[in-house]
Structure formats: C-alpha cells, structure tokens
C-alpha cells in the first residue's frame, strides 16, 4: 500500500461523538486526499491537502474537517459522527504528477 | 452529479475470456484516465491509465481503449482469470484542484473457473 498506514483500520463510535482519523506515510509526497467509499457511488473526494496546512475542500465535506501539521500525517475528523458517515474511508497520496496511491482503509460504523 | 458513468455493474466471464468495462465521462477538461482494482478489504491499486493524445494502451493482459469523440473510454482484460476476480474502478481527473479523482460506480467481476 505504497508507505502508507491508516489508524484505526476499524472502528464504532455512537451518535454524536467526534471521531478522528489518521492516515500517516513514509513516501514524503506533497498531496494527500481523504475518499469514502459506500456501494454504489465509488469513490468521493472529502478532503485534499497539497502541502503542510493546506487544505481544501472535495465533493462531500460538510460533517468533516481535516488537518495537516506535518507532511507526513493528514487527520480526518468527524466532529460529530452521524449515522449517514457510516463507510469505509481511504486515505491517497500523491507526488504531484497524476498518480495517486491507496491506503488500505478504515472502516467506521457510526451506531 | 456524477461526471463519470461506468457500467456494468456487474460482470462475469468464464476463464480464459475477454472482461469489457466501460465508463463515459461528461467533462472535455479530464485530461487523465486511470483505473483501478480492487480485491475485498484492500485499497483500491492503480492498475493502468491513459490520456486523451492516445487510442489506446496495453500492460499485459490489460488494454484501456480511449474515444475522445464519444468521450468514452474502456478497459479490456484479456485472457481472463479467477485471480482477477474484483471491483474495477475507473476515473478522471484534470489540471488544477491537486489532480482530485472523479470516480465510476465500480464493476463487480467475477471470472469463473
């Protein structure tokens, strides 16, 4: 998974309470992007970063917030998780040509 | 809004067979197509890509077929095997917004024995 991890890989929280995400790699590239994946939609661009503190949003971000204070960690943050964020969340990185490399997942239930 | 449309859904093809997906993209400004696979419980992996100044391109087994016109493009696996057995994924994206992919729906396959 191309030096990258994703913590936790699984994970049920309730209603209500805030949940954060990590996803850390060891390929010093530049981007990094948050997906959901739920059937039937592929997958949907939540959040991307292209450097240290920069942030911008993707296609479904409302409910979730990111960050990023080191190139090599980029957090995800529920702050209040909803049934509907119910999903399996993947973490990409980029060197800045067109590719991007997969993380192996975490998948959230939100009960 | 989805921007690419992938179909089928589902596919299964007996081994040693030819798997045919194909997606179809709304935005002229997509400039790179790539797909990606995906077994149960992994990540999704890059498993080839093409831009729109070629037809075509092929990596083993695997071919993307690219009509500029139609504003289609597929992906062949020829010689199919059980191991291929997965969820394909096909995508688009442009200059400008950190290269964020746009992605299909995904396609089921299933290469029987």
């Known amino acids: 998974d191309a030096g990258i991890t994703q913590s936790p890989r699984h994970k049920v929280t309730e209603t209500g309470t805030p949940v954060t995400l990590r996803c850390h790699q060891t390929e010093n590239h530049r981007y990094m992007y948050w997906y959901r994946q739920d059937p039937g939609h592929g997958l949907r661009l939540i959040h991307y970063s292209y450097g240290v503190k920069d942030t911008d949003k993707g296609e479904v971000s409302d409910g979730y917030s990111v960050s990023r204070s080191k190139t090599e960690d980029f957090l995800l943050t529920l702050e209040s998780a909803t049934s509907s964020q119910t999903s399996v969340y993947f973490c990409?990185?980029?060197?800045?040509?067109?590719?991007?490399?997969f993380g192996p997942g975490t998948r959230l239930t939100v009960t | 809004q989805q921007q690419v449309k992938q179909s089928p859904q589902s596919l299964i093809v007996q081994k040693g067979g030819i798997s045919i997906i194909n997606c179809a993209y709304e935005n002229t400004a997509f400039d790179y197509f790539p797909w990606y696979q995906q077994f149960p419980g992994k990540g999704p992996a890059l498993l080839i890509a093409i831009r729109p100044d070629v037809s075509e391109k092929k990596e083993g087994r695997f071919t993307i077929s690219f009509n500029k016109s139609a504003k289609q493009f597929s992906l062949h696996i020829m010689d199919s095997q059980p191991g291929d057995s997965a969820t394909y994924f096909c995508?688009?994206?442009?200059?400008?917004?950190?290269?964020?992919?746009?992605f299909g729906s995904g396609t089921q396959l299933t290469v029987l024995p």
């Open positions: 990409a990185i980029s060197p800045g040509n067109d590719e991007q490399y």
């Open positions: 995508a688009a994206s442009m200059e400008g917004s950190a290269r964020q992919l746009t």
